[in-house]
């Protein structure tokens, strides 16, 4: 054997071995993408106010997912975003499967959601709230989640166009943010499955396969 050879056999010896090809998809796995996005809300979202704890935002996340949420927001100026809390490397993770929009200002966030037909109301506690059955979730909505400690801003609250109060029995009168999140969800998803919102896509067919061709690739 020449030199030459054998210094390509000791490099072929060295190499990684391959990783296997994740692409296409099986025809279950395109399946399970295809009826999730043909599920998807794009008329229903979330928005994190300076959610600080990396848990409650993956709980979050995977409450937007489990309802169809098909993006969020986030809205970070005072906390410092939770490293890897919004990251789609974890396969186990529901931000893998939920875009996040990131916005410098609650204001700048608000204007975007406007702009795209969205009423916003924040929960809060207070004599403006109304209980979370009383509302509407069926139209375009946003619904606003804030600081585990300071709950939503001043700003957030005097911007939106109203807000909402879970009703409690107990002595404790507030939830985790992401307990609050996931039981205003899923009365979003219970009045939307009542009024058949997850019977036809609200996804062109075009959005659908670039979603599609997206996620498979995921």
């Known amino acids: 054997m020449s030199e030459a050879g054998a210094a390509d056999r000791r490099l072929l010896s060295r190499a990684q071995p391959l990783k296997p090809q994740r692409w296409p998809r099986t025809q279950r796995r395109q ?7 043909s599920k998807r809300q794009p008329d229903l979202t979330v928005v994190l106010e300076n959610v600080h704890d990396p848990h409650n935002v993956s709980a979050i996340l995977r409450s937007c997912d489990g309802v ?32 996040v ?53 001043e700003e957030a609250r005097d911007l939106a ?9 107990g002595m404790v009168q507030s939830l985790n943010v992401s307990v609050a999140c996931a039981v205003c969800l899923y009365e979003a998803f219970r009045q939307r499955m009542a009024g058949g919102d997850y019977v036809t ?3 062109t067919a075009n959005e659908l396969r670039l979603l599609e061709d997206d996620w498979l690739r995921r």
Request: charged share 20%.
């Open 161 to 169: 166009d109203g807000a909402i109060e879970i009703p409690m029995a």
């Open 201 to 203: 896509p609200k996804l």
């Open 68 to 99: 169809g949420v098909l993006r969020a927001h986030a809205v970070y100026t005072i906390e410092e975003p939770p490293a890897g809390a919004f990251a789609r490397q974890t396969s186990a993770s529901a931000a893998k499967w939920v875009e």
């Open 31 to 37: 399946a399970r993408i295809r009826a999730a996005l």
């Open 101 to 153: 929009d990131r916005h410098y200002s609650i204001a700048a966030c608000y204007d975007q959601l406007r702009a795209d037909g969205f009423t916003i109301l924040v929960t809060t506690i207070g004599p403006e709230s109304r209980t979370l059955f009383d509302w509407d979730l069926v139209r375009p909505v946003a619904l606003v989640f804030g600081n585990e400690m300071r709950g939503v801003s």
